[in-house]
């Protein structure tokens, strides 16, 4: 472990699985203090694991200040909770627990961390968003809109918090080697297969540490998917229809 850790404390939300706890035991193997926040009934390999529904504000709001009492402030806030639900279009509860997730919990944490990272003049934002937040995930419309919103959270604090020694970053992976695409069905792997390669937790957190030194925002630990991007701004049209051939051989 590094004498001086890059970062003193973070806080890893959904760090009781896949790419939050990989995120976890890489900033606590560089020497970060590592809380990790999930739900009830959880555990997580942070030095404080705290059980909270990161769609609850209040409860966010005190998870964090019982962080800072028992760690110090936060340093690295990775706002990473996620879930796949919906099918196709979804129906109301979908919709209603994406928003939430994918949305609200961002802000709630952004309201928790970033007027105090700004008031230190340090601080690193993450959330994670997906590649489904700039192009699609053909098996689910909740998914897919609201990773988009999640993006746009994302540029939105870093137009307003960004700068004066805070950096935001916004995490968009393809597929990752975790218990969310193990439990997806048939056609959700078929398209993720068809995605190209699924990558290991380890590599995310990697990357995300890279954007963590840089201050990159865009975080692509998939390098193609920026390709894509750059390809679907270019032609929407072209693209939809692209996109509507590889649906028709799913
Ligand atoms: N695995 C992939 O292929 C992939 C690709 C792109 C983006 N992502 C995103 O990465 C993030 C992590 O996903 P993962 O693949 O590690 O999934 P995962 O299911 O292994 O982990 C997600 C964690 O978030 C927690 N969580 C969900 N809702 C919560 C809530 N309301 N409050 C607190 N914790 C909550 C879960 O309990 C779980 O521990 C998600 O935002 C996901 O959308 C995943």
Partial sequence: MPEQPEWGVAVVTGG???????LA???SAGGSRVATFDLPGTEGPGELHVEVDVTDGPAVAAAVARVEAALGPVEVYCSNAGIAAGRGLGDDG????SWAV???AHVHAARAVLPGM??????SFVVTASAAGLLMMMQSAPYTVTKHASVAVAEWLAVEYGGRGVTLHC???QGVRTPMVAGGD????RELDASGEIIQ???VAEAVVAALRSGEFLVTPHPQVRDYEAAKVADRTAWLARMRRLRARL
């Avoid at 009781?16 to 990989?22: K, P, Q, R, T, V």
């Avoid at 979908?94 to 627990?97: F, L, Q, T, V």
């Fill in 94 to 97: 979908d919709w209603e627990r």
């Fill in 171 to 173: 995490l968009a992976p």
């Fill in 25 to 27: 035991g890489r900033l």
């Fill in 102 to 104: 994918h949305v609200m």
């Fill in 118 to 123: 700004a008031g230190r003049g340090r601080g």
């Fill in 201 to 203: 937790p380890a590599e």
């Fill in 186 to 189: 048939e056609r959700s792997r």
């Fill in 16 to 22: 009781a699985s896949g790419i939050g706890a990989a």
